[in-house]
């Protein structure tokens, strides 16, 4: 079963500071999907960026920039330019598509990210 | 686009009570809807999986029986807690998935208290 691991419970950082998310996940597929979500204090989850893993290139959004590490099985999250409505609670998300449609994410624990002004 | 609504978004209703719980694609047909639960300052715990039409399959150690969902429709599916009980307060979330998209989408979660 794929596991997804968020190391870091909570981080914070200064308004307008770059921040980086860490998020390893295991698997022995070769071809899946890696999400980052944001929770804000709404509860609301919002996608923040998506990885597809047979792309070497790595994902951007606008603020939003992933590390994808294939081999090492790593997908971080790096937040320049770090916003107060960037503060939230981040989730790491796997998903290994399947036929029919019901692939089920898999997330970790999540990290509490506040931004200070 | 891909707007999810969720009703109620707060609801407080005593044990032994029922309590229906609405999500609505209101721009997209959903052929997969999934239900999550989630503590606070925890993840989400995935508590069932449904296809319209079919049904649904749920995670081990949910309740069947207790946790009833419905998706009769590509746009609507419902979970009905019955004969709640103050453990299952919690924050409900449904998330339906686009049909031929792989990426879900997230209601904005019912708050249920049970007195």
């Known amino acids: 079963a794929q596991t997804v691991t968020q190391s870091q419970p909570e981080m914070s950082v200064q308004e307008a500071e770059t921040v980086t998310l860490s998020c390893t996940y295991d698997?022995?597929?070769?071809?899946?999907?890696l999400f980052w979500y944001k929770q804000p204090p709404s509860r609301q989850m919002i996608l923040v960026i998506r990885q597809e893993a047979y792309k070497q290139q790595n994902a951007t959004e606008n603020r939003f920039s992933v590390n994808f590490q294939k081999a090492a099985k790593s997908f971080s999250l790096k937040i320049s330019d770090s916003q107060l409505g960037d503060t939230a609670m981040y989730f790491c998300?796997?998903?290994?598509?399947?036929?029919?449609?019901?692939?089920?994410?898999?997330f970790g624990k999540g990290m509490k990210l506040t931004v200070n002004p | 686009g891909a707007v999810v609504s969720q009703h109620p978004s707060r609801v407080i209703c005593k044990s032994g009570t029922s309590v229906k719980i609405e999500c609505r694609s209101l721009?997209?047909?959903?052929?997969?809807m999934f239900w999550y639960r989630q503590f606070p300052k925890q993840s989400l715990m995935l508590m069932a999986t449904s296809n319209e039409g079919s049904k649904a399959t749920y995670e081990q150690g949910v309740e069947k029986d207790k946790f009833l969902i419905n998706h009769a429709s590509l746009t609507l599916s419902t979970l009905t807690v019955t004969s709640a009980h103050p453990e299952d307060s919690s924050f409900y979330i449904c998330s339906p998935r686009r049909t031929n998209y792989n990426e879900q989408f997230f209601g904005p979660g019912t708050r249920l208290t049970v007195l």
């Open positions: 721009d997209f047909q959903a052929t997969t």
């Open positions: 998300a796997f998903m290994n598509p399947l036929q029919g449609g019901s692939e089920k994410l898999v």
């Open positions: 698997t022995s597929e070769s071809n899946y999907y």
